[in-house]
């Protein structure tokens, strides 16, 4: 009640300033603040910048509970972090990874980029866009406030009742698992029609579907994704709620209740969740692969059609996580068959990029050696994918670090792999400067090794039989000197990780900004200065081809060639709506994970309060003179 | 963009909007479709396994009937909601068959 | 992108003003998007339902609660005012305010009229023992009728909302787009409600 209490003041506080009832210089003050600027932004840029920085925060929250979790598993037998806290953190560190600091790094990457790849303004829904980071963020702080009020969840990051019910599970954790997912989840489906509706509508002329970079094709199917994956999470988690908070009985088999509904709607979200954080990866590595090979991707139709079919497929294989609930030969079969087909596409993709290598001019900048670390890292996930798709087989394997082993190769491997390749392909576009690619390398050799390291014995261990969310080991298995080498591994990761963080600090404090096009690319985000003026396109750009820049370079011209005359650019106006939503939802959530009802409606009025009140705003936003960005240009041209 | 813009609203303005007789008749349909299937199952007409084929018949006709007229996806330009749809209730169809037979 | 059109403008010919405006277009797509994801969501909760309605743990079963007059009288309710929403929308497009302004009216009234007979019924079943915490068939019977009812509620609140903006600002760009997914909306509850019938009331009485 007490931490209610302080929470209830903050938002009344906060409402006390925000509506100008405490102090109107003040308030002046706070309009002008760079704080101010940046929560109500609806800019998709600075958006793409928050949601990145916010997930690498994340992934470094989550990165310590895997240290903790691999210094508690050096030695057996070992009482560093033991039962509970072991689960909280096995919990914590599953559910971070791959809601707060996967999917929120690679939204960043897609907000900054892909408007710009398809010639953009803007996004469709500017402020659609600002509620979902928000929401997002919201969602991510209830969740990890878990740590300090009342005790984190730990029934793993799939939550399966009947362990995450209230007759196993009376403390607080899983209801800060449930309300926090269940509001960035909310964050998550706005930003996936955002991207949808933007790809589109808002093509720039000659931009046509079978010309787009491979990347906004990847965001196009993984916002597809988003689109129909995140409402089986929001019924699952909003069933389990009930479960838990108002004594409901779906999964509570006393009652006829059945926790298997549960698993089917949490693999049901949980496959394509899957492809979600791993397409966006492939096209990340397509743009960097042919770039730094200066040629075209090879097999650009068939990427295209590889993607598609893996989206389309990624719902129709949920079941393989459920092999051994007993659901019978005939469904395992099923969808055993159907996972393999996944296979297909997937090994479509991989054989198009070493083509677009083969014969190509390569150079070994960061991100190439991030992109030549994933290919064949991400095969050896693949094909363990293969092998856990035989149901007799999986029954073997199941629930063994064999399993732990598969899913880091494909999400280590193939999504974070990617990110750092991002990172350092897109960060000119982002900040306008680049980031040392001395240190780089360091980061990835160090993080590549340590990597490999730390998870290539796993596949052992859970071959030897260690079951995968146990805290310990007895000595004499052979397990030992396994699990030792792992540890040490991870020390190869944490270092490469601190690497990439003085990096990113060394370049924000270093002066030298970037050209606009560092990396001799082929895409349109190359086209305009780093970093990327708030209206993107002075004029929109008019597109030939695929790889729209480079046709252009190679006709011999300076830019792209204009699809329209200058004229004043429209812009949509900044809110402050977005956040005090988002804190609606938080109060809700917590009010809910108190079990303090009226908390709850208070926080949910708030939501509702705040649609009402954008309902009848009328904000057609504002307009830059084309004077305005002629002079910035010849600006910039005097400083160069 | 912004000549595109216009010329497609100007476009768009010569369609004529939808007939109001044409959206009664739907009406009309969906309200005789209900009360059907209310009759089956009210009376024993029909044998008690052919109800609930009969009826979900029913209910998809009256479906198509409200997307296609009361919705509008038969207009030019909705291509993509159309296919957006269709792919919504694929993956519903196939996710609340899975849920309700395993 | 700066179209010609001032969002305070009022259209002067008759035609789809919902995408008459860059703005509208996308908030039509981005509507029907949303309704995708909505769909998933109701197939989940309809999965669910259909899995654990004879879950009733000696509580009344699904032949005993249901009463097939008054559902038949609550989805006359609703078919009738997604006609009327129709007719709302042809008349927008035909710029007549006064008459839109009516049909959404006799739109919401329907809306209540059905709302209240689901609040009736909920009110009954809870009588004959049938809670939402009482079994797994009840939970999950609450879960999706309820879910369709809080959207119901959420789009009377809406619908009212774009009148009371239209009835100040009249029929301008802005409002037609926002006026248009309102109604889709509406349908929308009105498709999730035909599926209810059938497969809840219905074959709850087949068995």
Redesign the interface.
């Known amino acids: 009640m007490g931490t209610l209490l302080v929470v209830l003041v903050l938002a009344l506080f906060l409402a006390a300033i925000l509506t100008g009832g405490y102090n109107k210089d003040f308030l002046e003050r706070v309009r002008h603040s760079k704080v101010w600027d940046w929560l109500t932004t609806v800019d998709h840029k600075k958006i793409g910048i928050m949601y990145f920085m916010s997930g690498f925060f994340f992934l470094l929250i989550g990165g310590l509970e895997a240290v903790f979790m691999r210094l508690q598993l050096i030695v057996p037998n070992n009482d560093l972090f033991t039962g509970d806290t072991f689960n909280k953190l096995l919990t914590m560190h599953g559910t971070t990874m791959i809601f707060l600091a996967a999917m929120p790094m690679i939204f960043g990457i897609i907000n900054v980029v892909m408007p710009l790849q398809i010639g953009a303004r803007d996004v469709a829904f500017p402020f659609l866009n600002s509620l979902g980071f928000w929401a997002f963020f919201f969602g991510g702080l209830l969740l990890n406030l878990s740590w300090i009020f009342g005790g984190a969840p730990n029934a793993g990051w799939t939550s399966y009742p009947s362990l995450a019910l209230m007759g196993f599970n009376p403390g607080p954790g899983i209801d800060y698992y449930v309300l926090g997912l269940q509001i960035s989840g909310i964050g998550s489906l706005m930003s996936g029609i955002n991207f949808l509706a933007t790809i589109i509508n808002m093509r720039t002329p000659g931009m046509t579907f079978l010309r787009m970079p491979m990347f906004t094709w990847t965001s196009f199917v993984t916002s597809a994704l988003l689109l129909f994956a995140m409402p089986p999470l929001t019924v699952g988690l909003l069933l389990l709620m009930f479960d838990r908070v108002f004594g409901s009985a779906f999964f509570d088999p006393a009652l006829g209740g059945s926790p298997v509904i549960w698993q089917h709607l949490f693999w049901i979200f949980g496959h394509p969740e899957v492809y979600i954080v791993i397409l966006p990866a492939f096209g990340i590595m397509s743009e960097v692969i042919s770039t730094f090979s200066k040629k075209r991707l090879f097999g650009y139709t068939s990427m295209v059609f590889a993607t598609v079919v893996i989206g389309f497929l990624g719902f129709m294989v949920w079941v393989h996580h459920m092999f051994t609930v007993g659901l019978g030969p005939m469904s395992n079969s099923i969808f055993a068959v159907a996972t393999m087909a996944i296979g297909v596409p997937t090994g479509i993709k991989v054989f198009n990029w070493l083509f677009t290598m083969w014969g190509g001019e390569l150079h070994f900048k960061t991100p190439m050696l991030w992109a030549v670390g994933f290919i064949p890292t991400f095969v050896m996930g693949g094909v363990t994918g293969v092998m856990l798709a035989v149901p007799p087989a999986d029954f073997q394997y199941h629930d063994s670090y064999f399993v732990v082993a598969h899913f880091h190769y494909v999400l280590v491997g193939g999504t974070v792999f990617a990110l750092f390749a991002g990172a350092y392909y897109w960060w000119p576009k982002m900040f306008g400067k680049l980031l040392d690619d001395r240190l780089g390398k360091w980061h990835f050799w160090l993080f590549f090794i340590g990597y490999h390291l730390t998870f290539f014995p796993q596949h052992f261990l859970g071959l030897f039989g260690m079951p995968r969310r146990v805290f310990t080991y007895q000595a004499g298995y052979g397990l030992e000197s396994l699990n030792m080498l792992s540890s040490i591994g991870a020390v190869g990761m944490v270092l490469g990780t601190i690497i990439f963080t003085i990096n990113v600090i060394k370049t924000a404090r270093s002066k030298e900004l970037a050209p606009a096009d560092p990396w001799d690319g082929r895409t349109l985000e190359w086209s305009v200065p780093s970093p990327v003026p708030e209206y993107n396109f002075a004029q929109l750009p008019l597109v030939r081809g695929y790889d729209a820049f480079w046709i252009e370079k190679q006709a011999g011209n300076k830019g792209m060639a204009p699809a329209e005359p200058l004229g004043p650019i429209h812009m949509p106006s900044p809110s402050y709506i977005p956040v005090i939503m988002s804190l609606g939802l938080f109060i809700a959530g917590y009010g809910f994970v108190a079990h303090a009802i009226p908390v709850a409606v208070i926080g949910i009025a708030v939501v509702f309060i705040s649609m009402f009140v954008r309902s009848f705003q009328q904000d057609f936003g504002y307009h830059i003179e084309p004077e305005e960005i002629v002079g910035s240009a010849k600006a910039k041209e005097v400083k160069a | ?6 010329q497609k ?1 100007t476009n ?7 007939g ?1 007789a044409k ?2 008749f739907a ?1 009309i349909v ?2 005789a479709l ?1 009360a059907a ?2 009759y089956l ?2 009376t024993d007409v029909v044998p ?1 396994n052919m ?2 084929p009969l ?2 018949v ?2 998809v006709i ?2 198509f009937l ?2 296609f ?3 509008h996806l038969n ?1 030019k ?2 291509a ?2 159309t296919i ?2 269709i ?3 694929v ?10 037979l ?1 | 992108m700066a179209s010609h059109i001032h969002p305070n403008d009022r259209p002067k010919q008759p035609g789809h003003l919902e995408t008459a405006t860059f703005e509208g277009k996308n908030k039509v797509l981005g509507f029907w998007l949303f309704l995708g994801a909505e769909t998933v969501l109701f197939a989940c909760l309809f999965g669910t339902y259909l899995a654990l309605r004879n879950a009733n743990m000696g509580g009344p079963t699904t032949q005993q609660l249901y009463d097939l007059k008054l559902v038949g009288l609550a989805t006359f309710f609703l078919l009738t005012s997604s006609l009327t929403s129709v007719l709302a929308m042809n008349a927008m497009n035909r710029l007549k305010q006064g008459a839109m302004q009516f049909w959404l009216g006799v739109t919401v009234l329907l809306g209540l009229a059905f709302l209240i007979l689901e609040i009736y019924e909920f009110v009954h079943y809870v009588h004959e023992g049938h809670t939402f915490t009482s079994s797994a068939f009840g939970s999950s019977f609450y879960a999706l009728v309820g879910t369709h009812g809080a959207h119901v509620t959420f789009g009377l609140a809406w619908i009212m909302t774009l009148m009371i903006q239209t009835a100040r600002r009249g029929l301008t760009y802005e409002m037609a787009p926002k006026l248009f997914v309102s109604s889709l909306y509406w349908h929308f509850i009105d498709v999730v409600w035909v599926f209810i019938f059938t497969l809840v009331y219905l074959l709850g009485k087949v068995g």
């Open positions: 963009m912004s000549e595109n813009t216009n609203t768009e303005m010569s369609h004529k909007p939808d109001t959206h009664i009406f969906m309200i209900t299937a209310f199952v009210a008690e109800i609930l009826i979900l029913f209910a009256q479906v409200q997307l007229t009361f919705m207009q330009g909705s993509f909601y957006f749809m792919a919504g209730i993956i519903a169809v196939v996710s609340a068959l899975g849920i309700l395993m």
